[in-house]
């Protein structure tokens, strides 16, 4: 994989400067941090650290740390990151005390939800309960817990805007639901931990992005379209056309 546009990192810095200021010393534990959104906040997190000398680390997690040394070598090797192996459900981070979590570490592919969707849910659940259970004995002060719109379920056509207090969710009786149960669970986790184990937890709950490293070949309609259009095929809509979906580039999701 390339590295992200560099006039894509500034503009992250640029517009989150006052965010970052904060992490200066920081110590930051990442699950999923090799993937679309971690990539984006990791290198993001990079270049903060190079722009405005935050002294911070960081340590990811990742099932194959090989692999991603090779797709991402600047960043595996990056002063800066410690790179470890391990599955998400079990992980041991090294020794040691880290300030914040960044757990967004989970399999999105339409593949694993409609095949495997019981080992996707169990990630998930027990990913989320490792990944907290780390947090609150490693003195973890503030928890970024990295969730899916997709806990809404299916929008209603009277609905024009979903609102965070909207308490929808997903059909339980259909097993493509896994993915989004598996979101709503970990919600309710986090908010269990929190209650429980005096963790500060913030729930994103994301949908809809686009930029660098989006895959152009998995469920993703805007990858499927930018594919199409590279290839000069038909781009195919499934829907009848009407509805409207904002898509927010990755550098903003990082911003934000």
């Not at 004995?137 to 609905?159: D, E, F, K, N, W």
Request: hydrophobic residues 45%; glycine residues 8%.
């Amino acid at each position: 994989m390339p590295r992200l546009p560099e006039r894509d990192l500034d503009h992250v810095v640029e517009h989150a400067e006052r965010a970052f200021a904060s992490l200066r010393g920081a110590r930051i534990l990442v699950t999923g941090g090799t993937g679309f959104f971690g990539r984006w906040l990791v290198e993001s997190l990079l270049r903060a650290d190079e722009r405005l000398g935050l002294d911070v680390s960081l340590d990811l997690l990742s099932r194959d740390p090989a692999g991603f040394a090779r797709r991402a070598p600047h960043v595996a090797a990056h002063p800066r990151v410690h790179l470890f192996a391990g599955d998400v459900r079990t992980f041991e981070p090294r020794d040691g005390t880290f300030t914040h979590l960044i757990h967004g570490a989970t399999e999105t592919t339409g593949t694993a939800n409609a095949e495997r969707p019981l080992e996707l849910i169990e990630t998930i659940v027990d990913g989320t309960r490792r990944a907290l259970d780390v947090a609150a004995t490693r003195s973890v002060g503030r928890v970024l817990l990295l969730s899916s719109g997709a806990v809404y379920g299916r929008q209603p056509s009277a609905l024009t805007h979903v609102p965070e207090t909207y308490v929808g969710g997903p059909d339980i009786l259909e097993p493509l639901q896994a993915y989004a149960e598996g979101k709503r669970t970990a919600e309710l986790i986090g908010a269990i931990y929190a209650r429980d184990r005096a963790l500060q937890i913030v729930t994103a709950r994301c949908f809809a992005f686009v930029g660098p490293l989006l895959p152009l070949d998995a469920h993703f309609a805007a990858g499927n379209f930018i594919r199409d259009a590279l290839h000069e095929e038909t781009i195919r809509v499934a829907g009848d056309g009407t509805p409207y979906r904002s898509y927010l580039h990755a550098a903003d999701l990082a911003v934000w």
